[in-house]
């Protein structure tokens, strides 16, 4: 059996596996650590893990070598910041954990069982309250010194827009001008209650669609999966493909746009099922070198 924990800001999910089923699930709130950990011991308490995915709301530390490898970084997050997560979870289990970021272990969900099966490597990219990618690479997460934050690149601005930006950092990189909450700073309205023919989504059609260039031209995934409540609306993800292929104009090929840019193939369940895919890889993994 294996456990799986997708941290998310709100609420932490967490699963059981086995035979490849999820055989339990709980939705635990996001408070302070000891809280929600508290709450997640006693689930996985009553299971034998044989080992246990963990993908977090970042940043996080993720480079081994690094001395706060596991630890929960600059986040604004109550009680979080500078927390050693995984730290916390090894001394409750002694076995063995993976550990990456939310929207990576989504990315390795969508790779193996979504909307990029039978690929070696895709790009996972959430739009909702903010704006994070995953990457795995030849069936492998993409990861250096630190995780990508492919959130925060910079973007070229749109002519029609004056829209300062979100961003609490950069104002207007990419989450500041194209995540949910710009919608409603520049219109007064949610995305969810926007009219389809609003001029805003050719806007935020034109963002995203710079920073799938900019992730094709790095990076060369055989597929983009967009996922997240604003990607919700499918008139968006149409004008995404078309001014995708207006901003690459020919000079790179990709699969045919339809197939390439598409919608994550299981909905608000990537990241948990990639979270429990990782538990069983770090298990095989485990033994192949025991
Ligand atoms: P979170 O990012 O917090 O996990 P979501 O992915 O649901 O949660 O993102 C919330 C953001 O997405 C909000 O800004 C909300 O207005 C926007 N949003 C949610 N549903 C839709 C929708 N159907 N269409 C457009 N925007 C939406
Ligand atoms: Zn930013």
């Not at 059981?16 to 339990?24: A, L, N, P, R, T």
């Not at 709130?29 to 000891?34: D, G, S, V, Y």
């Not at 069983?280 to 485990?286: L, N, P, Y």
Request: hydrophobic share 40%; net charge negative.
């Amino acid at each position: 059996m294996y456990g799986g924990i997708e941290a998310g800001g709100t609420k932490f999910i967490c699963a059981v596996s086995d035979q490849g089923e999820i055989i339990e699930k709980i939705s635990v709130p996001t408070t302070l650590p000891e809280e929600t950990l508290a709450l997640v011991f006693d689930f996985f308490d009553r299971f034998e893990l044989e080992a246990i995915g963990i993908g977090s709301f970042g940043p996080i530390g993720i480079d081994p070598t690094n001395d706060r490898y596991g630890y929960v970084l600059a986040t604004p997050k109550q009680g979080w910041r500078d927390f050693d997560f995984l730290g916390s979870i090894k001394q409750r289990y002694d076995v063995p954990l993976a550990w990456t970021t939310d929207v990576n272990a989504a990315a390795y969900g969508e790779l193996l069982k979504g909307a990029a099966q039978g690929k070696n490597s895709c790009i996972y990219l959430t739009v909702g309250t903010g704006i994070g990618g995953g990457v795995v690479l030849n069936s492998d997460i993409l990861s250096g010194s630190a995780h990508p934050e492919m959130g925060h690149i910079m973007v070229k601005r749109h002519p029609e827009d004056n829209y300062e930006g979100t961003c609490p950092f950069h104002k207007d990189c990419l989450e500041g001008l194209a995540a949910g909450p710009s919608i409603e700073a520049r219109t007064g309205i949610k995305g969810q209650n926007l009219p389809e023919d609003h001029p805003v989504w050719d806007i935020q059609a034109y963002y995203l669609a710079q920073a799938l260039v900019n992730y094709t031209l790095t990076l060369a995934p055989e597929k983009i999966i967009l996922g997240g409540g604003v990607m919700n609306q499918a008139h968006l993800l149409q004008k995404v493909r078309e001014q995708f292929m207006t901003l690459m104009a020919g000079y790179m090929e990709t699969p045919p746009v339809d197939e390439y840019i598409v919608q994550w193939g299981m909905p608000n369940e990537s990241g948990i099922i990639g979270s429990l895919l990782l538990a069983e890889k770090v298990h095989r993994e485990a033994n192949e070198f025991a």
